[in-house]
């Protein structure tokens, strides 16, 4: 089983980007799906969930209104619509799925997002 990031990239603040979560050799349904961030010299804070199933989202203060979290389960993936962005936005994002029985704890490897002039 594993997941695997894309589309960050470099972007001008105020722009957007759409962060992609692929899964494989699981699929989603007992799983709660989230993406965290991690800046350089900060721990990794967490941004957004969602069920495995879809439906209700939740979202961290700091971003929240600048991003939307939504899951395709047929393709199994998972995505990040951040808008609005700001320099302090800049970080590596990973996708993690968590078990709802606890049993499985699931990283990617990560994807970088910088937003600069």
């Known amino acids: 089983a594993q997941l695997v990031e894309s589309g960050g990239g470099l972007v001008q603040p105020g722009g957007s980007l759409r962060l992609s979560c692929a899964a494989s050799?699981?699929?989603?349904?007992?799983?709660?799906m989230s993406w965290y961030r991690q800046a350089p010299g900060k721990s990794r804070e967490w941004v957004a969930s969602i069920p495995g199933t879809g439906g209700s989202t939740n979202y961290a203060d700091a971003m929240n209104g600048r991003v939307t979290i939504s899951i395709d389960v047929a393709r199994n993936t998972v995505y990040l619509q951040m808008n609005s962005l700001k320099p302090e936005d800049t970080a590596v994002y990973y996708c993690n799925a968590y078990e709802n029985s606890g049993k499985s704890d699931l990283w990617g490897q990560g994807t970088q997002v910088t937003v600069s002039f």
């Open positions: 050799g699981f699929t989603f349904t007992n799983f709660a």
